[in-house]
């Protein structure tokens, strides 16, 4: 079972920030925060992944609370291209881990 | 890099036939992995390998299904016989030591 908690649906007006967010409650220590996107009729994409400080890199941000148990995924300038299902996923690293298991994610809908 | 590669695109076949779906991934990556995708059951992890060796194939529906991985550059997924539940997107992912997985566009399985 998925060990995470997402809306199942989310709008965003096209420029602004997408936030979306995501509760963990039972991570573990050695758990990492992984985020993928899935759009339409393609393969999931890795999008930003952290262990317990705040990341950022050239798609999104990503912000877990100091107790790890949610975390929120930043798209800064939403486009239409960012219109997909974005998924939550807890797993360890390296050798710790290898499955993912996806939920139902969030469907993101950007709207012009 | 060409990334994750997938063959054929797209399937059709008839209920008794065998179906064999094909991944190469991408160089240098040690892991693979196979995932299908239904609306039902949305995106589950069917087996992967590490080193060439199979992990974990837990997820793997039934003895009707089969997965090789005779070198690093190359995996397939056999279905045989094929039935109409079948019908799926299968995706093929790849890491370095199951870290970060990139998935392939899918292969799109109709069975009539």
């Known amino acids: 079972d998925a060990k995470t908690t997402q809306p199942p649906s989310m709008d965003c007006a096209e420029g602004r920030a997408a936030n979306l967010p995501c509760n963990h409650s039972t991570i573990s220590g050695n758990e990492y925060v992984y985020w993928y996107r899935q759009i339409h009729s393609q393969g999931p994409q890795y999008i930003i992944h952290?262990?317990?400080n705040n990341e950022t890199n050239e798609m999104a941000s990503l912000i877990i609370t100091e107790d790890r148990k949610s975390s929120t995924l930043i798209l800064p300038h939403a486009t239409l291209r960012d219109t997909a299902v974005y998924y939550c996923?807890?797993?360890?690293?390296?050798?710790?881990?290898?499955?993912?298991?996806f939920g139902q994610g969030t469907e993101l809908s950007v709207k012009p | 890099d060409a990334g994750v590669i997938q063959s054929p695109r797209h399937e059709v076949t008839e209920m008794g036939q065998e179906v064999t779906l094909r991944c190469k991934p991408i160089?240098?990556?040690?892991?693979l992995f196979w995932y299908r995708q239904t609306m039902m059951r949305g995106l589950e992890l069917l087996i992967y390998f590490n080193n060439n060796v199979p992990i974990d194939d837990s997820g793997m529906p039934e003895d009707r299904f089969s997965a090789k991985m005779p070198n690093a550059s190359f995996s397939t997924l056999k279905i045989q016989p094929s039935e109409p539940r079948d019908s799926a997107v299968y995706f093929c992912?790849?890491?370095?030591?199951?870290?970060?997985?990139?998935f392939g566009p899918g292969t799109r399985l109709t069975v009539l």
């Open positions: 952290g262990l317990k």
């Open positions: 160089s240098g990556h040690n892991s």
């Open positions: 996923i807890v797993r360890g690293h390296g050798n710790q881990g290898g499955k993912l298991i």
């Open positions: 992912a790849s890491s370095f030591s199951t870290d970060t997985q990139y």
